[in-house]
C-alpha cells in the first residue's frame, strides 16, 4: 500500500525514533523533578562544636511512612517535631510536610550529609547530598566555647570491679547563662551509681581566667569486669550571645538587672556535650570465705555496755561496721559460737552518707547476751573481709576479743531478760499482707426501714407539734387564773348566767312555795354574782335599784323588782303560784331561762 | 402541778422509742413465714435469703433480692452495707460505693462500713479524692456528720419536748434561774440540730458515682458535644446540676462535664 503524500514517503522508523526520544526526555525530566519533592535544609553549614543547628525535611505530598534520615554518626539527632502545610494555587491544592531535627554536633570536621530518602505514593525519593563544616577548639569559634564548656572526669578509669569511682562532671562559664539542664546522664546496666549531694557552686581560674563552675559529682560502681564507656552526657542551657544595650564583655553590676527585667539581649540555646569516657574494668581475685562483696576501705569495731554482771542479766554487744565504698553491701559479719550466751538480736541501724565528696556509711549491729553460766567469759574477735583497691588484694579487720566476769544469780531471782536493747531505731512496720471487706449484716434490723413510718411517724410528728400546743393551752389557763385571783367577782360573773340556767333547767315549775323560794333565789343569785354583790341578801327594791345603776333599763328591772315580790309573797302564802293571776309562767324554767337571759344580755360586759 | 406531771410524763413517754431503736437486734438466721401468707415474700425472707445467697457466692441473686427489699420501701443502712457487699464481690465497683455512702448516711458511726468503702475505693482508677464536706463545715456542725439524719430529727424532737415542759414549769416558777437558762439552752441545742438538717437539706449537693469502667464527659448535655474528659469506674463527683436524662458534674480542680444520667449513680 502506498502512503506517500506530496511525493513524499511516510518514513515510520523516524516517527518511532521521536517518539522514543520525547519519552526519554519527559523521563528524564520527571526524574530531575524527583528530588525536588524531598529536600533537606539546614539554617547553617557551618557551626562549632557546643553550637548546634536546624536540619528540616520537607516533602512535597503526604509521605507513606516519616523520612528515613541519612547516616549521621558524629552528630546528637533530637527530633523537634513535623509541620503539615497545605498550600492552593490557582486552584489547585498542594500538600507538605516538614520533619525537623536538631543537630548537636560531637566532633569537629567537614561532613557530608547523604540523602534522606521517603516513599511517597509507592515511589522512593531521595534527597541531595550537602556538606557541613564544624570547627574545633581551635577554629575560629575558639573564644566563644572558652566562655563556656563543660567537663568529665573520673577519679580513676582503671578500678576494679565494685570500687567507687567518682564521676565529676563540670559546667564552666563566665558569660551570662539562663536556665540549664542535663539532658543525659545515663550510665546504663552496668553501673550502679548514687547522687553525691546536690549541685555545687563555686569559682575557679584557669590560666589566669575566672569561671563560675557547677558541679555534679556522682559515685558509680562498676559491676563487670572489662571495658565500660561512660556515654556522653549532654548540656542544655540558655546563653545570652548579644548585648544590646552594653557592648563590652566587662560584667558590670547592671547585669545582674539585666538578667531580671531583659537586657534587650538575644539569648540561645547551646548544648554542650562532654567526652565519653572509658573505663577499664580490673576483675576481682578469688575471694576468700567471709568475704560478701565489700570494696572500698572498711573498719570495724565491737563493743559491751557493760563488763560485770550476774547470771541472767543482759548484756549488749554493739558491732559497728563502716568506710568507704560500696556500703550499700554492709551486712552482720560473721559472729563466733557464743554457746554460754543466750542472744537475742535486735534491728541494724544503718546510715549513708552521700553528702560528702565520696560515698561513705556505716552500719550498727546490736545484739543482747545473756549468760547463762558464772564465771570469766569472752566475746572472741569478729572478722570482717572486704578488697581493698588500694592494696589490690582482700584484707581482714578483726575486733579485739572482749573479757569479761560473770557473777552466779543472787538467790531465786529470775532472769533479767528485759534490759533495753536501746537504742533501737530500726522498728518494722506492721505489714498488712492482704485485705478484704468486712462480712455482711444478719441482724433483724435490716429488715426495718430507718426512718420512721405509719404510726411511728405520726408519733413522732404529735411530739413535734402537740407540745406547743398544750403549752398555749397551760399558759391561757394560767393568765385565766391569775385574772381570777386578781378580780375576785370575775369568776362569779362569768359563770352567772350558766349556773343560773343550770339550775332553772332543774326548777319543779308549778308546785308550791318550795318553787316559788327556789326561784327567787336563782334570780337574786344571779343579780348578786353578775353585779358583784350577796344575792341572797337582797331585797326587791334593792334588785330593782342596782339592776338601774347597771344600766339595765327601767321596765326590765322593775319586771325583776315585781317577779321577787310575787315570789316572796308566794313563799309566804300570800299569793297563790298556780292558777288564776298565778306565778306558774314566771317560775316555769323558760320563764325564769327568758327573765336571766333578758338581764344577761343588757349585763353583758359591763363591770359592777 | 398535777398538770405539769402530766407534760413531763408525755415528754418521757416520747423518749423512750427513741431509745429503744438503737437496741440490739436479735439476729435473723430463718425466714418464718406467717401462716396463710401471701405469695410476695416477705422483707425477712428476702434478708435471709439474700443472705444465704451472698455466702453460698452467688452474689447477683443477693443483689437482686436486697434489690426487691429496696423497692418495697425497706430503707436503711444494714441493707444497703450488705448490697455494697453484694455489689463490690459482683464486680460493680461503682454500685457498691454508692451502697456503702448511703450506708454511712443512715449509719454515719458504723466503722464496718467506713472499712468496705476505704477498701471500694482503692479499686478506683482516677485520682480523684471523694467530694467531702469542708473541715470547717464539719468540725463546727458535727453533730450533723456524727448523727444520722433520724437521729438529729428525733433529738430535736425530744428537746423540744424538754423546751416546752422548761417553759410550762416556768409559768409556776417564774423567777427559778435554772429554768430559765435550761429554756434558753434548750432553744439553742433545738434550733441548731433543726438548722442543720434544713441548711443540709438546703445546700448540700448531691454525690454521683461513676458505674461503667469509662465514660466520657462532654462539654454540653448532648452525645455530639465534645469530650472534654474521662472518668473510670467508683470515681466519686459532686453534682451540679440534673436534668431527665443528663447530669453535670464537678470534679474537685473545677472542671466540669455532661454525663448521661444512666452511666452514673446519684447519692442524695
Redesign the interface.
Known sequence: MDTSTHGRSFDWRRVAALVAWTFLLVQAGAESQEPDRIRVTVDRNQVALGDQLYLTIRIEGSPDEPPGLPELPDFRVLSRGERRDMQITNGRVSNSTSYNYLLIPTRAGSYEIGPATARIDGVEVRSRPFTIQVADAGGQYDEQDRDLFVTATVSTDRPWQGQQVIYAWRFYSRVPVGQGSIESMDFGSDVVVEDLGDVRQFSTSIDGVQYSVNEVRKALFPQRSGELTLPQTQLRVQVEVEQARRPSRRRSIFDDFDSLLGSGGRWATKYLLTEPLTLDVQPLPPAPDGWNGLVGDFEIRASLSRRELQVGQSATLEVRVGGTGNVQLLTEPDIPELPAFKIYPDQPDASIDRSGRVLTGRKVFRRALVPLVAGPLDVPPIDLVYFDPELGDYATRSTERIDFDVAPAEGEEELMLTESLAPTTGKVAVRILADDILPIRRAAAGIVSATPLGWRLWFWFAGGVLPPLMYLALLARHRRERRYAADRTLRRRQRALRDALSVARRLRSGAGPASAAEASRIVRRYVGDKLGVEGSALTPSEAETALVRAAVDDALAARCRTLLERLEAAQYGLAPVAGGGGLAAETSTEGLSDLIKALDRQLRGRQP | MR?VAI?AL??AA?AI?ALSQDE??????EAQPAEGAPAAPE??E??VNG?AA??AGDFGRAVALYRA?REM???????H??LG??Y??AGELGRSIASYRRSLR?LPRDE?AD??LT??RRSARDEIAPPEPPVLLRTVLFWHYSL?P?EV??S???V??G???V??LR??RPASEVLRWSAVCLLAVGLALAGSLVAHAAFSSPVAVVLPQEIDLHAAAGEGSVVRFQLHAGTEVRVIEQRPEWVRIELPDGERGWSMRQYLEVVE
Open positions: 398538770r407534760l408525755f415528754g416520747a422509742p440490739e437486734t436479735p439476729v435473723v438466721t422483707p425477712a428476702l434478708w443472705n451472698y455466702e427489699m420501701g425497706i430503707d436503711n443502712g444494714h441493707l452495707y450488705n457487699n453484694a463490690l464481690r443512715l464496718d472499712a468496705n477498701f471500694a444520722a433520724v430529727l428525733r430535736a424532737v425530744l423540744g419536748v423546751f416546752w415542759i417553759l410550762a409559768l409556776y
